[in-house]
């Protein structure tokens, strides 16, 4: 796998994020009894940066990934400026926060209008994101950042909220269960159908990672390789994304505590990023990127991205990289006892193909970054 890699790194190729996931349910003619997760993503596909003088390195970061480019890029960036004791300016910072958000915005209006609608039977609208992806992939300053920022508003407006995003943000807890009901447009139906299956559950959330948090990760993947295919927070496996970042809005803690950490708690939870998104492309204020250096030489990096915290660690010597390592949110959220196994056993299914169903509602909320293959066998 890794010379496959080189080779394209080496005639200019574009790599798309190989490797799948295959989910083995187990359905007794009742419900899903057992889940299985065999991956095979190129977790260590990183290693193909080693010995690269730094600035090619970070040439080819977005290369390795088709998922997520720009997340990536911000954090080899930050992660390597970290082992080098460097600190970004102000402006830099802020045109990383806003590449950031218009990445999320792009990745959450996808799942939004074209695969969650699919997987309810509902018709997809991949016209209704063209022009904005167009914004977005031509932005490279703060004027052009403030005009995606516009044409989000308009389009979240119609497609999604049916009023502008920051009108549903203020919605008290009756005016949204009403917005709810009345199922104006795909987001409240499909919202108000995933409240009714009882898909998923918390089975820990990892927390929002502090600098502080940064050199602890770092010596876990020094201590263990298979660390970045397995990771763990203070021993146990950990969910990120939406919902862990989330978690402490008003309107979750409602969901939670009167429908579950269901898969419908962690929509309302990308909702509430999308409806933020515009104003943090205007202005950028949350901490999306966060570094530390736990030693001379040594950088990690923690990067909020739509699927979650991505993490890159790097160690540098005489300009030249010599370890890099990247974990990914989806080896977070597809742990083999993480969120997805464990939120799947017990789900009703009346047939296999509503256990497929399952499986695949539960996987697109919490946002595999590769294609899925689904098998089910009778117990």
């Known amino acids: 796998m890794l010379l496959v890699i080189q080779e394209a790194l080496r005639n200019g190729k574009q790599m798309i994020s190989e490797g799948k996931l295959e989910f083995d349910i187990a359905w007794d003619g009742r419900r899903i009894v057992g889940a299985g997760i065999h991956s095979s993503r190129p977790v260590f596909a990183s290693r193909v940066l080693e010995g690269q003088p730094v600035a090619e390195a970070l040439k080819r970061v977005p290369l390795l990934f088709s998922v997520c480019g720009r997340a990536q890029a911000m954090a080899a960036a930050a992660a390597c400026d970290a082992a080098r004791g460097l600190r970004a300016g102000e402006a830099v910072q802020q045109a990383r926060e806003r590449a950031l958000a218009g990445e999320c915005l792009q990745e959450y209006g996808w799942r939004l209008l074209i695969d969650l609608p699919m997987l309810l039977g509902e018709p997809s609208r991949p016209g209704e994101l063209a022009d904005l992806r167009r914004r977005i992939a031509a932005a490279d300053d703060a004027f052009k950042w403030r005009s995606v920022a516009t044409a989000a508003v308009e389009l979240l407006e119609r497609a999604v909220f049916d009023m502008p995003p920051e009108a549903w943000l203020k919605l008290r807890p009756a005016a949204l269960e009403k917005w709810l009901a009345k199922g104006a447009a795909p987001a409240p139906r499909m919202l108000a159908r995933l409240r009714r ?45 939406a919902l862990a970042r989330q978690r402490a809005h008003p309107a979750i803690q409602r969901e939670i505590a009167q429908h579950g950490a269901t898969a419908a708690a962690r929509l309302l939870a990308r909702l509430l990023e999308l409806a933020q998104l515009p104003a943090q492309l205007r202005d950028p204020a949350a901490q999306g990127i966060r570094s530390a250096a736990p030693h001379p030489g040594t950088g990690i990096a923690a990067v909020e991205t739509a699927r979650g915290t991505l993490l890159h660690r790097v160690d540098l010597a005489e300009g030249r990289v010599v370890r890099y390592r990247i974990l990914a949110p989806t080896e977070w959220n597809f742990h083999p006892d993480g969120a997805f196994v464990r939120g799947l056993i017990g789900c009703p299914a009346k047939s296999e193909t509503e256990a497929r169903g399952a499986a695949g509602l539960l996987a697109h909320a919490l946002d595999p970054c590769v294609s899925i293959e689904t098998r089910v066998r009778r117990a």
């Open 197 to 241: 299956l009882h898909l998923g559950g918390e089975f820990g959330l990892l927390p929002w990672l502090e600098e502080a948090h940064l050199p602890g990760l770092a010596a876990a993947m020094d201590a263990d390789a298979a660390f970045v295919a397995r990771p763990t927070f203070q021993g146990q496996p950990a969910e990120t994304g």
